[in-house]
């Protein structure tokens, strides 16, 4: 059983039976949001930024929401490879230990301990992301508008209703709850169109890096949002997965490839999206894509049968030790994904690519 899928777009596969696929024809890589999901991504991340793009030249734009934000952060430090094994190693031994008394968490304590973690991850550090030669970031919140330029427990329940009746009748017309808003390093023009929802863009540096990255990463309801981000217009920011939540975009990538290392092969608009499959549809805008994912037969050998998630925080009955190993072992695992395609970038075989 092979464990990766290379799925790709009508004028990627035409340019992968044409010219191969070598790490120069690279321009654009995303990260999606899905929380734990993205740990099965660890070995590919590490091989592709540790050892095959290395290889190459060329800018490359990455583009991250939520849990995509922090790893494609963790591209541009030095010793790429090195900090994947770290941020895999941290974020699956994370604990959330519930106080006595309390049956749960609550969005201030959750949104306290990820900011330190953040903290202990890249502090000092921004400046080495920002100044990356070749990489530039792009990361993805979600701007609250009106009854969501403000967090509030009834405001907040009040605006995601509307959000999420609104988005059921028409993507575009969640802009008028949200809209897109990217922080991206200085000088970088965004590396996709923005006639397809409301958009802002905000020079990412080293006062707005980790309250953008935390905004990035805040689900609403489990974090709070992050209020006022130095540099941005004024508001409550939150997980840029909600508009954007695996970067279904019209990327520019000209001549080159978006590559996309995924956890699944279809790639959803917006986190609001989830249950509307109409919407989970390949479209033109991914025609220059080639996404990389695990098989679901093979998904199905890992622990519970499936890829970690943020279920598995209560779903292993606060047995932390047990959470961890599962994790743990889906991560080994996920080694194959990474050897498989470096065995198919030996030998590239474009009957092996299917269609995205």
Same mark, same amino acid.
């Given at each position: ?30 990260? *999606? ?13 590490? @091989?592709? @930024?540790? #050892? ?6 060329? /800018? ?22 090195? *900090? ?6 941290? =974020? ?29 991850? @890249?502090?000092?550090?921004?400046? #080495? ?21 403000? #967090? ?5 329940? &009040? ?10 009748? !028409? ?19 965004? /590396? ?25 990463? !805040? ?14 217009? /004024?508001?409550? =920011? ?12 019209? =990327?520019? &990538? ?8 995924? @956890? ?61 190993? *599962?994790? *743990?072992?889906?991560?080994? #695992? ?23």
């Amino acid at each position: 059983m092979k464990a990766l899928r290379i799925h790709a777009g009508p004028a990627a596969r035409a340019h992968i039976a044409g010219h191969g696929l070598a790490p120069s024809h690279v321009k654009v890589i995303p990260g *999606a949001a899905g929380g734990p999901k993205g740990l099965i991504l660890g070995p590919l991340d590490r @091989f592709l @930024f540790g #050892e095959w793009l290395p290889q190459s030249s060329q /800018p490359i734009d990455l583009v991250g929401a939520s849990i995509g934000a922090w790893r494609l952060a963790t591209a541009c430090l030095r010793d790429p490879a090195g *900090a994947f094994a770290r941020f895999e190693h941290d =974020y699956v031994h994370q604990r959330f230990d519930i106080p006595a008394g309390q049956k749960r968490l609550t969005a201030a304590q959750v949104s306290a301990d990820f900011s330190r973690n953040l903290q202990g991850f @890249f502090g000092g550090r921004a400046g #080495e992301v920002l100044a990356h030669p070749r990489y530039r970031l792009h990361v993805v919140t979600a701007r609250g508008r009106h009854i969501l330029g403000r #967090e509030g427990r009834a405001r907040t329940v &009040a605006g995601y209703l509307g959000a999420f009746a609104s988005n059921s009748l !028409s993507r575009r017309s969640l802009g008028a709850w949200l809209e897109r808003c990217v922080f991206s390093v200085p000088g970088a023009a965004l /590396p996709f169109d923005t006639l397809d929802f409301r958009t802002r863009r905000v020079a990412l540096d080293e006062a707005n890096f980790q309250p953008a990255l935390q905004a990035s990463c !805040s689900i609403p309801f489990v974090l709070q949002a992050v209020h006022d981000i130095p540099g941005a217009p /004024p508001g409550a =920011y939150w997980d840029g997965g909600i508009t954007d939540y695996h970067l279904h975009l019209q =990327y520019r &990538a000209a001549e080159g490839i978006v590559l996309y290392p995924h @956890f699944q092969q279809s790639v959803v608009p917006g986190w609001l999206d989830k249950g509307l499959k109409w919407r989970h549809r390949a479209t033109p805008f991914l025609d220059r894509m080639v996404v990389l994912a695990p098989d679901p037969e093979w998904v199905r050998t890992l622990p519970g049968g499936k890829l970690p998630d943020r279920t598995d925080f209560t779903g292993y009955g606060g047995d932390t030790e047990a959470r961890i190993a *599962a994790w *743990a072992r889906a991560t080994r #695992e996920a080694q194959r994904l990474a050897d498989e395609w470096a065995e198919w970038l030996h030998r590239p075989d474009p009957a092996a690519v299917r269609p995205l």
